[in-house]
C-alpha cells in the first residue's frame, strides 16, 4: 500500500529565517506531487505540482519555491520567510491520468512569528 | 482561482439526520471528488464521480452530479458524531491538451453533528 509522510507537523520560525518542508510517498513510482497551502477558514490553495523529478509548475508566484530531487521526494523551500507565508502546508500525490484521486499528508502547521 | 464553491458553509444537525452539502463550479469537468477533513489533519479522499455518472453511492455517501447545471450534492445519511469534519469538493477541470494535474478546491462545508 502506498504511504505518504510530511514533516515537521508544526514549525515556528522567525520572519527572515528559511524553511524546509519535506514529503516522501512510498508504495508507487512516479507519482504527481503537490503542495497546497490553506489559510484558515479558507480552501485549498495550490502552490506547486510536479509531474516528475526536476519538473515543477508554480501556481501563485510568491516567497516559496519547491524541488523534486528524487521521485518520490517533494521539498518546499523558502530563503526568507513572511509574515504571510504563515498557513497549513499539505502535500499530496495521485496516480498520472485522469480519474485518480489525492492522497494527502497530514500537513505542517507554520507560524511566523 | 476557486473552481468549486461549497454550500452551506457550516451546516450544524443532530444525530441520526441526513446531512446534504452542495457544491457549484464553472467549467467543464472530467470529475468531481469529495473529501473530508477532521481538523488540523490532512484531507481524506472519499468519493470520484466522472464526469459521465449521475449517481455514485459509497457506504453511508450519496453523490449525485448534474453536469447541465454543473453542480453535485454529498449525502451523509444516519450522521454520526465522528461525521464532524469539513467537507471539500474539488474538481479535475477538462482543459485543452488533457492537462489533468491540478485538482481546485472550494472553501468547504463545516458539518457539526451533534451527540
Known amino acids: 500500500s502506498q504511504t505518504i509522510h510530511q514533516w515537521p507537523a508544526t514549525l515556528v520560525q522567525p520572519v527572515g529565517s528559511p524553511l524546509s518542508l519535506e514529503c516522501t510517498v512510498e508504495g508507487t513510482s512516479n507519482p504527481n506531487l503537490y503542495w497546497y497551502r490553506q489559510a484558515a477558514g479558507r480552501g485549498l490553495q495550490l502552490l506547486f505540482y510536479s509531474v516528475g523529478i526536476g519538473q515543477i509548475s508554480s501556481e501563485v508566484p510568491q516567497n516559496l519555491s519547491a524541488s523534486r530531487p528524487q521521485d518520490r521526494q517533494f521539498i518546499l523551500s523558502s530563503k526568507k520567510l513572511l509574515l504571510s507565508d504563515s498557513g497549513f502546508y499539505l502535500c499530496a500525490w495521485k496516480r498520472a491520468g485522469i480519474n485518480s484521486p489525492l492522497h494527502f499528508g497530514n500537513g505542517t502547521r507554520l507560524t511566523v512569528t | 482561482s476557486q473552481q468549486g464553491e461549497e454550500d452551506p458553509q457550516a451546516l450544524s444537525i443532530q444525530e441520526g439526520e441526513n446531512a446534504t452539502m452542495n457544491c457549484s463550479y464553472k467549467t467543464s469537468i472530467n470529475n468531481l471528488q469529495w473529501y473530508r477533513q477532521n481538523s488540523g489533519r490532512g484531507l481524506v479522499h472519499l468519493i470520484l464521480?466522472?464526469?459521465?455518472?449521475r449517481e455514485k453511492h459509497s457506504g453511508r455517501l450519496r453523490v449525485t452530479l448534474d453536469t447541465s447545471k454543473k453542480s453535485s450534492s454529498l449525502l451523509i445519511t444516519a450522521s454520526r458524531a465522528a461525521d464532524t469534519a469539513s467537507y471539500f469538493c474539488?474538481?479535475?477541470?477538462?482543459?485543452?491538451?488533457?492537462?489533468?494535474?491540478?485538482?481546485?478546491f472550494g472553501k468547504g462545508t463545516l458539518l457539526t453533528v451533534n451527540p
Open positions: 464521480i466522472r464526469s459521465n455518472e
Open positions: 474539488a474538481t479535475d477541470p477538462l482543459l485543452s491538451g488533457g492537462s489533468n494535474y491540478k485538482l481546485t
